[in-house]
């Protein structure tokens, strides 16, 4: 028998979202459980540097409902505006309460949280003018905040299981409500099933799937591949998020708030190219804009360096002291990966994947949602999801900068809330665990440990970035499109054959590298198909065949399911809580 543990709540994930809904769970005095693959201080929430948007006007006029224009702008219409303003009318709220538990937030002469302007934040309903909206704390906000969130869990006694991987959802076979999840100890290599009335995945994103990424190593999406296993679908996978400035030939992040603080991009005749681009916000336009016309200039021959293919990020005009004071880590990143002190030169710079607007679908109470009978939204007991992994859709086509933290403190306390609220309504003892609860684990691993041969884990990973990189990047061209899709295809297939050579229990990162490959070929043949099939350009998805977004047709949400790689749609969420529906519009900056 597998052995069982039995909690009100398990949280697969130690991030932003993760440890504020476990927060949240702990102080309403139930017994929780937060699984993560790593310690929880580095979880992928670390390495947010730019800050955390919410209209506090402390520097420039604000309010809400600008930031809510900006969102569903940003989201090229396809967010779901109730979200969306639950959200932005919650963000003053949040950041509030973070400072409250002890977030080391940068100072203004005044005392007040210092907040910066980046790209897509504009005041009075899209002006020229940039809102200064991003709360940060130097460019370490992430680390800032996740450090808060953990210090606070800690006091509130929630147990933490460190170095555990979630492997799969335990679903009761009579109406689907989830009931636990298998996990595998890393230290001991032993199989446990924790049961649970409640159980949230906040698993973070899975850009590991690209081959130049800003994301950690551990963002596999794990929790899409337990949820897609689970006969849930995935929506929206096809929005993935290039970061305009990661380091070239490395990859890592070189933060928004660069040209937040007034650093701008130039191609290799020195010009500031942005402006041709977008006349209004220049360097500060929403992320698939300045991508799409980086990649443009660098295809167009104007790249720099000897094999013209990058761009330069100049901020040497700051000056030392605001560049000390202000963006410590950048300088310390540009030295370390590019050789390259941005104090006296530019930063050589590249698109990189970063962020994943898709996800599992859920409400902004953080219910999963799947369709059902009639409903394409029936909530599915038992199951939630926060931050990267879902999608409530506040971000759509194309998430703005500075809200991914916004997201994972609002829905991991929404649904943190929720979670509290309907464990409380439940009949007091746990359901009872199916028969066959951890069956399709345990066949997992036997296969992983019976296989003598087959295919090598690392070369199939390998396949599977290059292959996402030149099929489904920042451009999106039909033959190549098709040509991933039949490869991915392929590289399925080949995931089923892998082996491992390494058999021994304790701490075997071989068999963790197999499993995460899993749940890194569900992501990727859902972001695949569903760029395939979706015939527009809209946010991330820049398609050469179809240049214009069509919202007659393609106003809608992408559902991928596994089974079959089918795809199915759902209508996005026009009507906000409280106020007018923002009217699609012809999006510039």
Not at 137 to 149: I, Y
Not at 235 to 253: I, K, R, S
Not at 440 to 453: E, H, I, K, P, Y
Request: charged fraction near 25%; aromatic fraction near 6%.
């Amino acid at each position: 028998m597998i052995p069982v543990r039995r909690f009100d709540a398990i949280v697969v994930g130690a991030g932003g979202a993760g440890m504020r809904a476990a927060l949240e769970l702990a102080r309403a005095n139930l017994r929780v459980a937060v699984l993560s693959k790593v310690f929880p201080t580095r979880s992928h929430t670390v390495a947010a540097q730019g800050g955390i948007a919410a209209p506090l006007a402390n520097s420039t006029e604000d309010n809400w409902h600008w930031h809510m224009y900006d969102t569903v702008k940003g989201s090229d219409y396809l967010g779901d505006q109730d979200a969306i303003e639950y959200m932005c009318r919650r963000a003053v709220e949040v950041v509030v309460e973070l400072e409250h538990m002890g977030m080391p937030f940068d100072r203004l002469e005044n005392g007040k949280i210092y907040q910066r302007p980046f790209g897509g934040h504009t005041q009075s309903y899209g002006s020229a003018k940039m809102a200064m909206r991003a709360c940060a704390a130097a460019d370490r906000t992430g680390h800032a905040m996740l450090h808060t969130l953990y210090q606070q869990n800690v006091r509130a006694n929630t147990q933490f299981f460190v170095e555990w991987m979630a492997l799969d959802l335990i679903r009761d076979p009579q109406d689907g409500a989830v009931v636990g999840v298998t996990a595998l100890e890393m230290e001991t290599g032993e199989l446990h099933v924790l049961q649970g009335k409640a159980v949230l995945l906040a698993t973070g994103g899975s850009g590991r799937m690209f081959f130049s990424s800003t994301n950690a190593f551990i963002n596999t999406g794990d929790g899409l591949g337990m949820a897609a296993r689970a006969g849930l679908p995935l929506e929206d996978m096809e929005f993935y998020q290039f970061h305009p400035t990661g380091v070239y030939g490395a990859g890592v992040l070189i933060t928004e708030g660069v040209r937040g603080e007034g650093g701008y991009l130039l191609n290799k005749d020195g010009e500031r190219f942005m402006e041709r681009y977008a006349p209004n916000a220049k360097d500060l336009a929403s992320r698939d804009v300045v991508s799409r016309a980086m990649t443009t200039e660098i295809k167009e021959g104007r790249g720099a360096g000897p094999h013209a293919d990058h761009v330069l990020l100049k901020l040497d005009h700051l000056g030392p002291e605001i560049i000390n004071q202000r963006l410590p880590g950048i300088r310390e990143i540009s030295i370390k990966f590019a050789n390259v002190d941005p104090v006296r030169e530019p930063i050589p710079v590249v698109p990189t994947a970063h962020y994943q607007m898709g996800g599992i679908p859920a409400n902004y109470l953080g219910q999963v949602v799947a369709p059902e009978g009639a409903s394409k939204e029936a909530i599915v007991p038992g199951l939630y999801a926060a931050g990267e992994c879902s999608c409530v859709s506040v971000h759509g086509g194309n998430r703005l900068g500075c809200n991914s933290l916004l997201d994972l403190v609002v829905f991991g306390r929404s649904s943190g809330e929720q979670m509290a609220k309907d464990i409380r309504a439940l009949p007091r003892p746990q359901r009872n665990l199916p028969k066959d609860a951890g069956e399709q684990t345990r066949a997992r691993l036997a296969r992983l440990d019976g296989a003598t041969s087959g295919e090598r884990v690392a070369e199939v990973l390998n396949d599977l970035r290059r292959t996402m990189q030149a099929h489904c990047g920042v451009f999106r061209f039909p033959d190549d499109l098709a040509e991933g899709v039949r490869k991915m295809k392929a590289i399925a297939e080949r995931a089923g054959r892998t082996f491992i050579a390494d058999k021994s229990k304790v701490f075997n990162t071989a068999r963790i590298e197999a499993l995460e490959l899993d749940n890194l070929v569900e992501a990727a043949t859902a972001v695949v198909v569903s760029a395939e099939a979706r015939k527009e350009s809209r946010g991330a998805q820049a398609r050469s065949d179809f240049p214009e977004r069509d919202d007659q047709s393609w106003m809608k949400h992408t559902l991928w399911f596994k089974e079959g790689n089918r795809l199915d749609y759902k209508p996005v969420h026009l009507k906000p809580l409280s106020v007018d529906t923002i009217e699609p519009k012809a999006r510039t900056y």
